[in-house]
């Protein structure tokens, strides 16, 4: 009875798409081919390649048959206006729903996939155009002039920082380092945008994050040079920060792994009733790592105030993100897990500032996840053992480094208020400079952390196996002095 209901449904629901468009109905017994049971449209023959697009009448014809009507959406009226008549076969009311858990769901008899792609790709916030003027119509959070100028000293300073250190490590004075060339927006608007009490869980681009919160200069040379005032004793690489002062959570290399951690940290946040949430920054390579689908399910079920950060900036080392995802880019991928998202321009400060701003309240207020796509380009080298130069065109990098540069383009919106002068612009980076390189001959003068910082903050007893590998080190040092560095005390 069920399969003879369906039989008729279904012809049913073919002959009103078929009266209300005639490409649909199928050929007279006297000739034609009949059309293709699966194709929900007149055309059976696959595309040929070369050949003419389809008229943009049929495109759209196509697009909005295989479109899927929410049940929760549609209004009545709406629902009436489009009935021609009654159906044969489905009951009014709640029986052409399914009462399944999560909500109803609609009973249709036409077979409709999801299309692939929503066909026009998600808009981008933005406030600012590459002139530095806002867009007229824009919406955007306020700021004062205390907040904007140091917004924009605090980006002159990360970009100072970046290059020095990066000669530094050219130099042959610390192991490693990776820029934030170009992506100086992200880190300060979106920490401007947070309070002191919102926990930070950075990927590794994200310094500026915390040089907002008053991570000094000395304190960044400890890091990189691993001295004995680095808060990780020596035992990070360089770049690998971290506070527990300014809720900091220290830089972890795997990819990915911050981001469920991030959930159960909110969490933690929701349970006690805080007036604060958690953020987690990543690069847009991972978002193909699993942590980021189970970290998005994770905050989505448990309503967790999380604001995830994606930092699109085109590469993950030498993988464009062609070769990434075929969805349009990320933010999309939050509507799949239930998590309400916005892509913005990560060059606009403004936008930034304003979409973080946004972000946080509704993450707080309502107790839910947020998705932050930001679009932006990665300008340097993925670190100092890239050399970005192989797998992109230098045109393509110096267009987006002078052209679509954030910092010039917020500082003409900042000038443009009268709140900036040159002189200011030239008596800033000089004191930056010259705090930094005094910053860093502090650093290298420091002594190093001893060897046996290697072996403790892990266990309150250091348990024997580690003691026996301590004293295997030792030995060894004791017997080859020349193979290890002199400056580390045994």
């Known amino acids: 009875m069920a399969a003879l209901w369906l039989a008729r ?8 798409a078929a009266r209300r468009h005639p490409s649909l109905r199928r050929p007279s017994r006297h000739g034609g081919a009949p059309a293709s049971p699966w194709l929900l449209g007149p055309a059976a023959q696959p595309p040929v390649l070369g050949s003419p697009p389809l008229p943009a009448a049929e ?8 479109s899927v009507r929410s049940f929760a959406g549609e209004s009545s009226a709406a629902a009436a206006s489009d009935e021609e008549e009654p159906e044969k076969g489905f009951a009014g009311g709640d029986q052409q729903a399914l009462d399944f858990p999560g909500g109803k769901v609609s009973l249709v008899a036409e077979m409709n996939f999801l299309p692939e792609s929503h066909g026009e790709r998600i808009s981008c916030y933005r406030v600012l155009d590459d002139d530095g003027r806002t867009i007229s119509g824009s919406r955007f959070q306020e700021v004062s002039k205390e907040v904007a100028l140091k917004m924009y000293s605090e980006m002159v300073t990360l970009q100072i920082m970046d290059n020095i250190f990066y000669e530094a490590q050219r130099q042959g004075r610390i192991s490693f380092y990776l820029t934030s060339n170009g ?75 911050q981001l469920p951690q991030a959930v159960g940290a909110a969490y933690s946040l ?6 604060a949430c958690a953020i987690t920054y990543f690069g847009d390579g991972g978002t193909s790592e699993g942590d980021f689908h189970a970290a998005l399910n994770f905050a989505a079920v448990m309503e967790a105030p999380v604001i995830f950060f994606c930092r699109n900036n085109g590469w993950a080392i ?17 509507q799949a897990y239930g ?74 919106w900042v000038q443009g208020n009268d709140w900036w002068s040159d002189s200011e612009e030239s008596e800033l980076r000089n004191r930056v400079r010259k705090e930094l390189l005094q910053a860093i001959q502090v650093a290298e003068r420091m002594p190093k952390p001893p060897v046996s910082e290697l072996f403790t903050d892990v266990y309150d007893q250091i348990p024997s196996n580690l003691q026996e590998q301590e004293q295997l080190l030792r030995d060894t040092i004791m017997k080859h002095p020349a193979d290890y560095p002199t400056d580390v005390p045994v």
């Open 318 to 334: 030498s993988t464009p993100t062609t070769e990434q995802f075929r969805s349009d880019g990320v933010v999309v991928r939050g």
């Open 270 to 275: 929701k349970m006690d009733k805080k007036d």
């Open 59 to 66: 495109r759209a014809f196509r697009r909005g048959f295989c």
């Open 339 to 412: 998590i309400r998202g916005i892509r913005v321009d990560g060059n606009d400060a403004l936008a930034v500032y304003s979409a973080v701003h946004a972000a946080r309240e509704m993450a707080i207020t309502e107790g839910r996840p947020i998705l932050v796509e930001a679009l932006t380009y990665r300008v340097g080298h993925h670190s100092t053992s890239d050399d970005s130069t192989k797998y992109r065109p230098v045109d393509e990098i110096e267009h987006w480094r002078t052209a679509r540069d954030p910092i010039s383009r917020y500082r003409k």
């Open 183 to 257: 992506e100086e927006a992200i880190n300060i608007a979106s920490a401007a945008a947070l309070s002191a009490d919102d926990i930070v869980l950075p990927q590794y681009r994200e310094p500026g994050v915390l040089l907002w919160r008053g991570f000094t200069l000395q304190e960044f040379a400890n890091q990189c040079f691993g001295n004995n005032m680095d808060y990780g004793k020596g035992r990070q690489m360089p770049i690998h920060y971290g506070s527990n002062r300014l809720n900091y959570f220290t830089v972890s290399s795997p990819i990915a792994t």
């Open 9 to 16: 449904a279904s012809s049913q629901m073919a002959r009103r």
